[in-house]
Structures are given as structure tokens and as C-alpha cells.
């Protein structure tokens, strides 16, 4: 019974360690969150042109701070 064990133990590593990993599917976090607020931005639901202007207010206060920023160093 004990060989049957570790036979059967031995078998079940054996398989384990050559199955794949990648499963190939769809992966659902290729998107930045930036990406998935710009789409939800254009889409036609209720509130999305809010999304699209706080994403340019966003790069707009980014530019300022970037512009800020270049002033100060020589």
C-alpha cells in the first residue's frame, strides 16, 4: 500500500509540474485606469461627460505643475 502511495504521489507531482500556467485567456487588466476612465468618459451613459472633464482637469492642473516646476530649476 505504501508503494501504491508514493507511485500515485509521485505521479500526481509529475503532472502537476508540467502543466501550464498560462491559461491563455482574456486578461481584464491590460487597460490603465486612465484608458478604462477616458472609455467610460466617451460612452453615453448618464454622468460621463463629467468623467471627461475631470480627466482634463486633471492634465490641465498636471501641465501647470509641470510648467511650475521647469520655472524654478536653472
Given amino acids: 500500500m505504501s ?3 508514493c507511485v500515485a504521489f509521485a ?3 509529475l503532472l502537476s509540474s508540467c502543466a501550464s500556467s498560462d491559461d491563455g485567456g482574456n486578461r ?3 487597460m ?3 484608458q478604462k476612465d477616458s472609455v467610460l468618459g466617451q460612452s453615453g451613459l448618464p454622468g460621463a461627460q ?3 472633464k475631470a480627466l482634463r482637469a486633471a492634465d490641465s492642473m498636471k501641465a501647470r505643475q509641470a510648467r511650475a516646476d521647469s520655472a524654478t530649476q536653472p
Fill in 11 to 13: 505521479s500526481a507531482v
Fill in 28 to 30: 481584464r487588466d491590460t
Fill in 50 to 52: 463629467g468623467v471627461t
Fill in 3 to 5: 508503494r501504491r502511495f
Fill in 32 to 34: 490603465t485606469q486612465r
